[in-house]
């Protein structure tokens, strides 16, 4: 049987020795954030996700289609990062990512989803809704969107088309973004001032740490420095910050770049964002002189460390990104109160 009876606080978190609780703020969606958190809440108990809301593929592109609402797919990934380790976390996480198959209109909705929006609708507010998935769960953590207002993501692409490799044209949608043929030169939201929810630029000034990343660079990192509000938090913020960097190139989207590219497309969306720390699985930096280089330009130092799964996927390993972000922490900052 579970061991609760009932939902947990969710801003339990993970155990930590004593003077060693920081305030952490990840930013950023999809399975790439989810890999952050699923670190994150096993080194800290006050962890805060703030996650894009621009996604119009699958279950929540229907959702947000159909109802209006915020698409709460990678809200959900988040939440279910955030459970935990014992049979109350393993079930629920399970429960919410379960997707429908079937021959009629619920085929390929996750339960999560359908469950966030119901309470969207219920209490009439983002915030709150979220909360109350939080407590069910268990969740270690709190999630956030990044703004309260459905974003459409646009890209301007050199090569779309293969026959006309030097003509730039705007891809329209996330989904698309993701995968699109062609070189993404830059990424601006639809609208292109939205409102930041004012409990994430809240969360980023209060931090002490700050990560943005991994994840779909174009699609899920970068559209949050595109949030004038939270731009402003993220630049102005007191916390140390740190960028991780993904394990490989995604297909479409950043085919053939290099981990310094990577930060050299951030530089030109963000100009005026500063990061103290970069981290990098040090198998996936063929060039850590470049790297260190781009690093610098950004006002950091570079962190290479093993954080990939043993198995040579793509993927990273919970553990090992938790040692990586604990001695990052240790290292470049102080441990317990910071103001």
């Known amino acids: 049987m579970p ?8 801003r339990g978190g993970a ?5 060693t609780n920081p305030k952490v ?3 950023g969606g999809g399975h790439g954030l989810a890999a952050s958190l699923a670190a994150l809440r096993r080194i800290t108990g006050d962890l805060t996700a703030v996650v894009t809301v621009a996604d119009d593929g699958g279950s929540s592109g229907r959702l947000r289609e159909e109802l209006g609402v915020l698409p709460p797919g990678d809200l959900r990934k988040a939440l279910a990062a955030l459970c935990g380790d014992d049979e109350w976390g393993r079930t629920w996480a399970r429960v919410a990512q379960h997707r429908f198959t079937s021959e009629g209109e619920l085929h390929g909705h996750a339960v999560g989803n359908l469950l966030i929006v119901a309470l969207w609708e219920q209490l009439g507010d983002h915030v709150q809704a979220l909360e109350w998935v939080g407590r069910l769960l268990g969740a270690h953590g709190r999630v956030l969107p990044m703004s309260a ?3 459409e993501l646009q890209a301007l692409v050199r090569g779309h088309d293969p026959a006309r490799p030097g003509e730039v044209v705007t891809v329209r949608g996330q989904a698309t973004v993701a995968l699109t043929p062609g070189e993404v030169q830059s990424v601006h939201l639809v609208p292109n001032d939205p ?3 004012p409990e994430a630029v809240e969360a980023v000034l209060d931090a002490d740490w700050v990560v943005l990343g991994p994840g779909s660079w174009f699609s899920s990192v970068i559209p949050h420095l595109l949030v004038p509000e939270l ?3 993220l630049t102005e913020t007191k916390a140390r910050r740190v960028l991780a960097l993904n394990l490989a190139p995604q297909p479409g989207e950043t085919d053939g770049f290099s981990p310094q590219r990577h930060l050299e497309v951030l530089a030109r969306h963000a100009p005026k964002l500063a990061f103290d720390v970069v981290l990098a699985d040090e198998a996936a930096v063929p060039d850590r002189d470049s790297l260190t280089e781009a690093a610098e330009r950004l006002g950091g130092t570079v962190e290479l460390a093993p954080v990939a799964t043993p198995d040579g996927s793509a993927r990273h390993d919970p553990e090992l990104l938790a040692a990586a972000y604990d001695r990052i922490f240790r290292m470049h900052g102080r441990i317990g109160p910071w103001r």
């Open 3 to 10: 061991e609760r009876t009932g939902p947990a606080p969710v």
């Open 15 to 19: 155990p930590r020795r004593r003077g």
């Open 25 to 27: 703020v990840a930013l």
């Open 149 to 151: 207002v459905p974003l």
């Open 195 to 197: 409102p930041a929810v």
């Open 231 to 233: 731009l402003e938090a």
